[in-house]
């Protein structure tokens, strides 16, 4: 018999018009991180089938873990003898060294040219567990144990119970975003729930040397490969945000600083998205979490662009943020002690009602399309790829 590894869709299948895309482009992610292993892939509209050389079959599976669209992993047996007789001793060899007490026996005949019906095999196979293993029962309700069968072509396919996937949908399937992302514990969650709904993200950060140090930049690239785990790969903008900081703090009423700073941001972002074809930001946002996350504060702040803005985390309270930050390995990088361009300019009394008039009006102290072109012209970009040694569980 021979190892194959059998994956289950979930949330897929829910997509009806556009199933077809999504199981291709999942199929195209697989390939993309088993670029290194030799492999095959087969798929139905229920299953895709992945064979690799038996001793890969532990590393593929434990790959297969990081991997949105995926319900269920299952590993499975295939063997080319289809008659009734090797079905009962291959069900016999397979289960003997498993532990249940109740059991239950699921054949499926995608052969209808096969001479037994499926409910016949389930009471042949059923009865030569019962009288081959001691103590075992069958509990066609609430079965500790499935033994699936599947009657094939020939060929007999047997699996059990599996290894639960990421879910979610494949990343790329629903486009591409721009997450805005710091080195603080909110924004990499928020990407991490933005890809698991299939969305392939960029990234954007803003600097402010040398008011920031070069460990506050490595601290974002190193949450960005946390992300490139689940993305692929993450193409991470950084731009220079200095003179724009300093330009701010020189012109404006201290009490706006944050909301003109986070307008300026909000420019930016929404400019190098719509460059790079990214139809929406993303950020870490969460109501009332500061004074620049009012709901007054977010449409002051929001009323600069028409992109839209998605909030994974505006709902969440921190410490539901923080339980997630440490499940996916980026709290520990995101508590780093190096602070970020936010941190260093915050004033006594940020505003907390600001008045979208007056912010226009402050604006005008400085010049606000030079500022932003002059940042945009002159940013760098990182391509930036998953660690190899990063494992991941999921949570959500
Ligand atoms: P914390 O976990 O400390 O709240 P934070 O990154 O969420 O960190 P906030 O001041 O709450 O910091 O900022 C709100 C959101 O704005 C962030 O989640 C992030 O999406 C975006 N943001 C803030 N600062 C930056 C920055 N320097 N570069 C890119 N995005 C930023
Ligand atoms: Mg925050």
Redesign the pocket.
Known sequence: MKKIIILKYGELTTKKDNINYFIKTLKKNISEVLENIEHEIYYDFGRMFIYVAEKDIDEVVNILQNIFGIFEIIIGFKDENTNIESIKSNVLNLVCDKEFKTFKVITKRSDKSYPTNSMEINNIVGEYLLTNISNIAVDVHKPEFLINIEIRKNEILYYFNGIKGLGGYPVGTLGKGL?????????PV?GYMTIKRGVKIEA????SPPHTSELAKDKVIKLARVLAKYNSNIKLHIIN?TEIQETILKNIEHEYLITIMRRM?YRISAIIAHNNKCNILI???SIG??A??TLTSMRAINEVIKMPVIRPLACFDKLEIISIAKKINTYEI?TLPYE???TIFVPLHPVINPDIAKCNLYEKNIDVDKLVHKAIKNHEVIDIKAKEDNKFIDIL
């Open positions: 997450l805005m992302l710091s080195g603080g514990i909110d924004s928020a954007i950060y803003f600097e945000f941001m950020n870490g946002e979490q500061v620049s996350q995101s970020d361009c936010c």
